[in-house]
C-alpha cells in the first residue's frame, strides 16, 4: 500500500474556549473522493483550512506521504499541490469565466500585460478537462450568467491549474438543487479519473454520498465514523448510524 498523500494526526485546535477539533485524524489517498460530512459547527472548515495551511494546530501532526511536514504554511500546502475552493469564496459574477479562474495568478506576456489569449485557450483546456462543454459557454462568458453547479465547474478548473493533486472543495453544492449537484459530482468524476483526489465536504449526506468513495464524519469536533461507500449501501443506513451514534452521546 502506498502511504496517504497527505495525512493529518491527533489534529486538535480550540477557538478561546470552543473546542473545534478534538484529537482529530484525517488523511487522504491518491485518486479518491473522500466525503467530509457534518452538522454545521462539526469542524469541517477548521480541518480543511489546517490542510491548507491557514490555520494552525494547537497539537498534532501533519504527514505528506509518511514525512513529517514542519511548520505547516499555505505557502507549503500549495506547493504540495493541495488546492482548496473555500467555502465563504465568491467568484467575481460580473467577470468571464477565464477572468475568474486565474484571478491572482494571471498569465502574463513577456512585457507584463495578462495574455488573454493564453487565458483563454487554458480556461478552455481546463473547462474540457472537467468535462465542462457547453454550446452556449465560452471562456469569455459572464460567470453571473452560470448555474450555480456550472460556477463551481469555475472554481474546480481554477483548482486544477496549477495541476493540483488534491482539490478541496467546502460544501460545493449546499445551494444547489439535486440536478445542479449531479454537474458538480460530474465535474469531480473527472477530476478523479485524471489521477487526482478531491475532499468533497457536505452537512447534506445526500450531497455527497453519490460521489464519495469512503466517509469520514465529524461531530462537534471528533470523528465519530470511518467508513468506504460498501460499508452503507444507501445514505439511509448511514443516517440510521450517525442517528445512533448521536443518541448513545
Ligand atoms: N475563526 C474562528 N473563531 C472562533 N470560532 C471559530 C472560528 N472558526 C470556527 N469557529 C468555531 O469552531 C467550530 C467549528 O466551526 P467550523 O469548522 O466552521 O464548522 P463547520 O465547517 O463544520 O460548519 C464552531 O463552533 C465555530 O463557531
Ligand atoms: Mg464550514
Known amino acids: ?22 484529537s482529530v485524524s484525517f488523511h487522504v489517498n491518491a485518486g479518491e473522493v473522500v466525503g467530509l460530512i457534518g452538522d454545521n459547527g462539526a469542524g469541517k472548515s477548521t480541518l480543511i483550512k489546517i490542510l491548507a495551511g491557514v490555520y494552525v494546530p494547537d497539537t498534532g501532526d501533519i504527514f505528506l506521504h509518511d514525512q513529517k511536514a514542519n511548520h505547516w504554511n499555505a505557502s507549503k500546502s500549495r506547493q504540495a499541490g493541495i ?3 473555500f467555502q465563504d469564496r465568491a467568484l467575481a459574477v ?9 484571478m491572482g495568478r494571471e498569465i502574463k506576456t513577456f512585457i507584463g500585460f495578462i495574455d488573454n489569449k493564453r487565458q483563454y485557450t487554458e480556461a478552455e483546456r481546463l473547462m474540457r478537462d472537467i468535462g465542462f462543454t457547453s454550446e452556449v459557454f465560452t471562456p469569455d462568458s459572464i460567470v453571473g450568467t452560470l448555474s450555480g453547479g456550472e460556477r463551481q465547474g469555475v472554481a474546480i478548473a481554477r ?9 478541496v472543495l467546502d460544501e460545493p453544492t449546499t445551494a444547489l438543487s439535486l440536478t445542479e449537484t449531479e454537474k458538480v459530482f460530474s465535474f469531480v468524476r473527472n477530476v478523479r479519473e485524471s489521477g487526482r ?3 468533497f465536504i457536505g452537512h447534506n449526506i445526500y450531497h455527497v454520498f ?33 442517528q445512533q451514534v448521536a443518541r448513545s452521546q
Do not use: H, W
Open 83 to 85: 488546492e482548496t475552493v
Open 94 to 102: 460580473q467577470q468571464t469565466i477565464s477572468r475568474n479562474i486565474f
Open 159 to 167: 483548482a486544477l491549474y496549477f495541476n493540483a493533486k488534491l482539490i
Open 1 to 22: 500500500m502506498k502511504p496517504p498523500i497527505i495525512s493529518l494526526q491527533s489534529i486538535s485546535k480550540s477557538f478561546g474556549n470552543v473546542y473545534a477539533l478534538d
Open 210 to 242: 453519490g460521489i464519495a468513495d469512503r466517509f469520514v464524519v465529524l461531530d462537534r469536533g471528533k470523528v465519530v465514523l470511518k467508513c468506504t461507500r460498501e460499508t452503507y449501501g444507501t445514505p439511509e443506513e448511514l443516517i440510521r448510524f450517525m
Open 197 to 199: 483526489s478531491v475532499v
